[in-house]
């Protein structure tokens, strides 16, 4: 029988999808960092989390399309997005792996996509540790020990025209780390059983997070998600007021310069969003971006740390009750009064918004007196 205490606890998986050219490339990456696990057993407590993802470091023309963040409390990392145009354009990324729990991780795994003899003249991709150290299996995390792991994706320095592709050509690579319990302590050390890290939360619950207060749409197991209980103040100041039917805080989803970033004509999505509607395009991009991570940088700073902000989707506020206005009177009361923003769009020029009555579409580009809830994930251990 397997030892119970090998629980694999960590994987690290980053998506890029280069698309290269003779003359222009781009590429578009998109990482992904999960977290299978995080439970107490007896008197230990395992917490393996990611802190801190670093601004994009960018050499020569190569531009961030779109800025990554963490989100699903603390373990995930999405939503990077870069473009590369040039021979030595390269765009650096860091992120900090930390054990907060007070048992030992150690790298089990690692599996990363080997480049192709062709793909390997004009592309590198790598991760490392700060110091230069390749991540490596067996590495050990101990409790209260934190790792600056840095991913690098670029072109090659001494690239020649020969070197790059003759047609524009598609790479997807990958890379997994996976982290498990370390085996420096005999079978038994640790109990086989496990207990939960927090008590269950039912749909409608409301949880407080100092001042801020959260109505619990989904128990997700080690983390919670939940609907701001008010609207967000947009002058500078990252916190609820109380909700009401006037203007004062309206904003619009998109401005000018994006546009309907998610539209590539005719009602069609460009590939990142998907295929059909409704499609969550809340991102970077956004009008509403901004005061959302600004009001996750307010969470934090009240030290509820592996909190992340976002936009409620089209599928959650279905969960809740909410239905097309063919239904009115359809959402739960946990909505609130006021009308407000989703993060998933209805085609393509407009998004979704209810204001407890049901679900409803506008253009994405007018304000129509419509605000901002956030809609958080937060790790139940900090509740």
């Given amino acids: 029988m397997e030892k119970e205490r090998r629980i694999k606890v960590l994987s690290l998986v980053a998506l890029?999808?280069?698309?290269?050219?003779?003359?222009?490339?781009?590429?578009?990456?998109?990482?992904?960092?999960?977290?299978?696990?995080?439970?107490?057993?007896?008197s230990s407590q395992w917490d393996v989390h990611f802190e801190n993802l670093s601004n994009a470091n960018i050499?020569?023309?190569?531009?961030?399309?779109?800025?990554?963040?963490?989100?699903?409390?603390?373990?995930?990392?999405?939503?990077?997005?870069?473009?590369?145009?040039?021979?030595?354009?390269?765009?650096?990324?860091?992120?900090?792996?930390?054990?907060?729990?007070?048992?030992t991780?150690?790298?089990?795994?690692?599996?990363?996509?080997?480049?192709?003899?062709?793909?390997?003249?004009?592309?590198?991709?790598?991760?490392?540790?700060?110091?230069?150290?390749?991540?490596?299996?067996?590495?050990?995390?101990?409790?209260?020990q934190r790792e600056v792991v840095k991913i690098v994706i670029g072109f090659k320095e001494d690239l020649t025209a020969e070197d790059l592709p003759k047609e524009t050509t598609t790479i997807d690579l990958?890379?997994?780390?996976?982290?498990?319990?370390?085996?420096?302590?005999?079978?038994?050390?640790?109990?086989?059983?496990?207990?939960?890290?927090?008590?269950?939360?039912?749909?409608?619950?409301?949880?407080?997070?100092?001042?801020?207060?959260?109505?619990?749409?989904?128990?997700?197991?080690?983390t919670v998600s939940a609907l701001a209980k008010n609207r967000l103040n947009l002058e500078n100041v990252p916190v609820q007021v109380e909700s009401n039917n006037n203007y004062e805080y309206n904003i619009a989803f998109t401005n000018s310069e994006f546009a309907y970033y998610w539209n590539a004509g005719n009602d069609n999505l460009f590939e990142e969003y998907g295929t059909s509607f409704p499609a969550y395009v809340y991102n970077a991009k956004s009008n509403l971006y901004p005061y959302i991570q600004n009001y996750q940088a307010y969470l934090v700073s009240l030290g509820y740390k592996s909190a992340q902000a976002t936009l409620m989707s089209y599928e959650q506020a279905e969960s809740i009750g909410c239905r097309p206005s063919i239904a009115n009177n359809t959402c739960k009361s946990i909505i609130g009064l006021g009308a407000y923003w989703l993060?998933?769009?209805?085609?393509g020029d407009k998004v979704w918004y209810t204001d407890g009555d049901g679900l409803y579409s506008?253009?994405?580009s007018q304000e129509y007196g419509l605000h901002l809830k956030p809609f958080i994930t937060i790790s139940k251990s900090e509740l």
């Fill in 16 to 42: 890029i999808v280069a698309v290269l050219g003779l003359t222009i490339a781009f590429a578009a990456l998109s990482q992904t960092l999960t977290i299978n696990g995080r439970a107490s057993m007896g």
């Fill in 59 to 103: 050499t020569g023309d190569a531009t961030e399309v779109s800025k990554p963040q963490i989100t699903d409390g603390g373990i995930t990392v999405n939503n990077m997005n870069v473009s590369l145009v040039k021979p030595k354009d390269k765009v650096e990324y860091t992120v900090e792996i930390v054990n907060d729990g007070s048992i």
């Fill in 105 to 144: 991780a150690k790298v089990e795994k690692i599996q990363m996509t080997e480049l192709t003899e062709e793909q390997s003249k004009y592309l590198e991709f790598y991760a490392t540790y700060s110091d230069g150290r390749s991540v490596s299996e067996s590495d050990i995390l101990e409790p209260n």
């Fill in 174 to 222: 990958s890379l997994t780390i996976d982290y498990v319990q370390s085996d420096d302590k005999e079978e038994g050390d640790i109990p086989t059983t496990t207990t939960p890290v927090s008590k269950t939360y039912e749909v409608g619950d409301e949880i407080a997070l100092g001042d801020e207060h959260f109505y619990v749409i989904s128990d997700n197991g080690n």
């Fill in 343 to 347: 993060g998933s769009a209805s085609s």
């Fill in 362 to 364: 506008i253009v994405a």
